[in-house]
């Protein structure tokens, strides 16, 4: 769906923002872009949305050119949420969504109140003005405003955020629904529980840089220490002990009267990005 | 594409419906039309000057009903104080002496001529009228003229930078780059609703005020100037605010525009007052084109070359300025 070689960009002489990235992202695939700011992921994004021309190398998507692809036809199949809830604040949810919905042919559309209804809009709210809505409520509308066109490929800048955890739950569901319909799906988010959940691969990109590109669960498999942690009972009193994994093969290799839990040491994704690029994510 | 444009079109009336665009225009239309009716045209009837007159031995016998006559000098000085641009004449000693307060030396001259002449109004003048307009007629065209450039130049431009003022701080625009729609086409619908309002407006100011006749005659010309200048005015209100940060900004640039590019060409079109570099003024030739539309006056095309070139120019930049704005994040 997505092919990016070599990719470089510059805003000026001496400001390069991307030093030649390669990945791609395969059809129906969930992909995140993880970098914390000024990264080069806004820029990386903007390239694939085809809103930033002038770059270096090859950027595909759909297996055309992305500099002779920035036509109707290209923007017809994919569906952007950006980082804010950019909506028209006097019109209703109803509104701003029919008005972006009317660029898109009939057959095309979603209806609008199924989609806010999906999304857990309150109904009450559907009439009265984007002004008066909360930010979840605004980010739940700007989700609608990227699916109503039943985009073939979705670009999502933060999607859960400004939600409350229940609302993340939803917007996770929601894009797994997506991808299960066959829309790849490309996630740039600093939320490490939604790279972790979502995502199929996820990309580390650091100062323009592309510093790692693996599954969520292999990444942190590579850099495991590969120790568990084991909290037992013994004669009465709880200990804990730390042992190679490989030591449990055997069984549990110490005298013990109840095991209470056993926890490996696996690093999270936070941490991964932390060891890759050195830098934390916000 | 027809579609694209039309969800724009309704969409940009409902931002100005919103923001009572529409409401304003009609407020400024109803008090263009009372200032107009009520006030400037009345003004422009009144007697110039009153005159005064101490005549105790009644020399004057052929002095005109203009003349109002006082029974003593004091009197005279008393109506004086309280119509400071009146005149007195004070004929107690035979010839007849001018008496004012003093204002500018040529306008004395000419107050003092003016009050002299009604001692012999039989002496009447029948000059060859030159124009075909009444002076109320004229009045009435050059205020209109006027209050219709002040309407475009100044009220319309802030409307327009107005409301894509508003579109960039919701971030919409950033939006429009990812639909599927020929980006030109934001600009032009903003462009069009515009034009259509200002075409509006100069038909309704100008039959309201010049009368349905006089008004009827001018319009076709007047509303092609109109266009013009509704469309350059657009075109930098648009100009203004996609390069400038925020409406503090685009204040001091209005007041730049609306009052130093303006009050010059206000002074030379309608007053004596000359300025040697007023030609190359670019307002100047946009006003007096709208002025010899409402006299109707031929109008050079080497005008017309230059205003669609600077109309083209314009959306060149704001087509620039824009594809610059919609890149931006957050």
């Known amino acids: ?282 | 594409m027809g579609k694209g444009f039309c969800a724009l079109f309704k969409k940009d009336c409902r931002m100005l419906a919103s923001g009572k665009f529409f409401l304003m225009a009609i407020g400024f239309l109803a008090l263009y039309t009372a200032y107009v009716n009520l006030g400037y045209i009345r003004f422009m009837q009144m007697a110039p000057y009153n005159v005064y007159l101490y005549d105790p031995a009644g020399t004057q016998v052929s002095k005109s009903a203009l003349v109002q006559t006082v029974p003593s000098m004091e009197a005279m000085d008393t109506a004086l104080l309280a119509d400071a641009n009146g005149v007195g004449l004070d004929a107690s000693a035979g010839d007849v002496r001018v008496v004012l307060y003093p204002g500018a030396e040529h306008i004395d001259h000419h107050r003092a001529d003016y009050a002299l002449s009604l001692l012999q109004p039989s002496v009447s003048l029948s000059p060859e009228v030159l124009d075909t307009n009444t002076p109320e007629q004229k009045a009435r065209k050059e205020i209109t003229c006027e209050l219709l450039f002040f309407e475009l130049a100044a009220v319309g431009f802030l409307g327009i930078a107005a409301v894509l003022f508003k579109e960039k701080g919701m971030g919409v625009i950033r939006v429009h780059a990812i639909l599927p729609l020929r980006k030109d086409l934001f600009l032009l619908s903003k462009l069009v609703v515009f034009l259509l309002s200002d075409l509006v407006f100069a038909v309704l100011l100008t039959l309201l005020n010049t009368g349905l006749a006089d008004g009827a005659s001018v319009l076709p010309a007047v509303l092609l100037q109109t266009a013009i200048l509704s469309l350059m005015m657009a075109l930098v209100g648009l100009l203004c605010a996609l390069l400038l940060k925020d409406f503090r900004q685009f204040t001091l640039a209005y007041l730049v525009i609306a009052i130093f590019a303006a009050t010059p060409v206000f002074l030379s079109a309608n007053t004596s007052v000359k300025f040697d570099w007023i030609n190359y003024h670019p307002f100047y030739h946009v006003y007096m084109g709208l002025k010899n539309a409402y006299f109707g006056t031929t109008i050079s095309p080497v005008y017309y070359v230059g205003a669609v070139g600077t109309i083209v120019l314009l959306f060149l930049a704001v087509r620039l300025a824009f594809h610059r704005e919609i890149g931006k994040e957050g």
């Open chain 1, 1 to 282: 769906m997505i092919e990016v070689k070599n990719l470089t960009f510059s805003y000026s002489k001496d400001k390069q923002a991307l030093h030649g990235l390669d990945f791609t992202v395969e059809d129906g695939e969930i992909f995140g872009f993880l970098g914390p700011n000024g990264s080069g992921k806004s820029t990386t994004q903007k390239i694939l949305t085809g809103i930033l021309k002038g770059h270096g190398g090859k950027v595909s998507l759909f297996g055309q050119d992305i500099s002779a692809a920035h036509g109707q036809e290209f923007f017809r199949k994919i569906g952007v949420l950006f980082e804010f809830p950019y909506l028209y604040a006097n019109l209703s949810a109803v509104d701003n969504l029919n008005y972006f919905a009317s660029f898109y042919p009939r057959e095309q559309r979603r209806d609008v109140r199924e989609l806010l209804d999906a999304l857990e809009f309150k109904p009450d709210f559907l009439k009265k003005p984007v002004s008066s809505y909360s930010k979840g409520m605004r980010q739940r509308v700007s989700m609608a405003r990227a699916l109503v066109s039943n985009p073939r490929l979705l670009f999502l800048d933060e999607p859960t955020s400004g939600l409350d955890p229940s609302g993340a739950v939803l917007f996770r569901k929601i894009i797994e629904q997506e991808r299960k319909k066959g829309t790849t799906v490309f996630v740039t988010t600093h939320n490490m529980v939604d790279a972790n959940l979502l995502c199929d691969r996820v990309a580390f990109i650091s100062n323009g840089n592309l510093v790692a590109l693996d599954t969520p669960k292999r990444l942190k498999e590579k850099n495991s220490n590969h120790r568990v942690v084991i909290d037992y009972l013994y004669q009465g009193q709880r200990e804990s002990k730390t042992i190679e994994a490989p030591e449990l093969e055997a069984g549990i290799p110490f005298a013990h009267d109840e095991i209470i839990s056993i926890h490996s040491q696996e690093p999270t994704l936070e941490d991964m990005f932390i060891q890759y690029t050195g830098r934390g994510l916000s």
